[in-house]
T-cell receptor, first 115, second 115 residues
Framework: QQQVKQSPQSLIVQKGGISIINCAYENTAFDYFPWYQQFPGKGPALLIAIRPDVSEKKEGRFTISFNKSAKQFSLHIMDSQPGDSATYFCAASKNRGSTLGRLYFGRGTQLTVWP | EAQVTQNPRYLITVTGKKLTVTCSQNMNHEYMSWYRQDPGLGLRQIYYSMNVEVTDKGDVPEGYKVSRKEKRNFPLILESPSPNQTSLYFC??????????????FGEGSRLTVL
């Protein structure tokens, strides 16, 4: 059973536009939601993360919006640039219980930003 | 330089020939984990270790073994590789000291092909 569902699978955005990637989860015990960015030939790297005590977190052009009641969170990339072209993964984990130490990833979104 | 080092980066092998993918981190991290990445399936956790001598199964542990005898090393062992283990493998580490996994630092990946 997939713990974190991510959409869309691929996304094409024009330079300067807004890229939006969505994720949903079922387990209400999750309390840490990171986003990872992966360039071709490289390992994923942490981009931004949020905890459920806030509804939004912004770092530069990247914003996570979190809706606890809907069990959804999303990544918004403002003023998208060709250099943002990469695969993005959302993830979720919890800080207690039998699955402590597990980080569940979505299936990824391949973002292409056209110049 | 802080890093997670995997070897080999590329390997073509045949069914049944035992192989080991090594992983070493120089950040004194407690937590280490192995993931496999397959197209359309995202990152799936194979095994993880929250400390020396402590390992646990992830989502897809079948056909794999791990050991954590030293803090810095976390090798992935395929005792009898099969073609369905053809994949891109990533090792990751985190300072994790209880609670969520925190930021994972990934290696560059090991692309394995089993014929």
């Amino acid at each position: 059973q997939q713990q974190v569902k991510q959409s869309p699978q691929s996304l094409i955005v024009q330079k300067g536009g807004i890229s939006i990637i969505n994720c949903a989860y079922e387990n209400t015990a999750f309390d840490y939601f990171p986003w990872y960015q992966q360039f071709p030939g490289k390992g994923p790297a942490l981009l931004i993360a949020i905890r459920p005590d806030v509804s939004e977190k912004k770092e530069g052009r990247f914003t996570i919006s979190f809706n606890k009641s809907a069990k959804q969170f999303s990544l918004h990339i403002m003023d998208s640039q060709p250099g943002d072209s990469a695969t993005y993964f959302c993830a979720a984990s919890k800080n207690r219980g039998s699955t402590l130490g597990r980080l569940y990833f979505g299936r990824g979104t391949q973002l292409t930003v056209w110049p | 330089e802080a890093q997670v080092t995997q070897n080999p980066r590329y390997l073509i092998t045949v069914t049944g020939k035992k192989l080991t993918v090594t992983c070493s981190q120089n950040m004194n991290h407690e937590y280490m984990s192995w993931y496999r990445q397959d197209p359309g399936l995202g990152l799936r956790q194979i095994y993880y270790s929250m400390n020396v001598e402590v390992t646990d199964k992830g989502d897809v542990p079948e056909g794999y073994k791990v050991s954590r005898k030293e803090k810095r090393n976390f090798p992935l062992i395929l005792e009898s590789p099969s073609p369905n283990q053809t994949s891109l493998y990533f090792c990751a580490s985190s300072p994790f000291a209880g609670g969520n996994t925190g930021e994972l630092f990934f290696g560059e990946g090991s692309r394995l092909t089993v014929l």
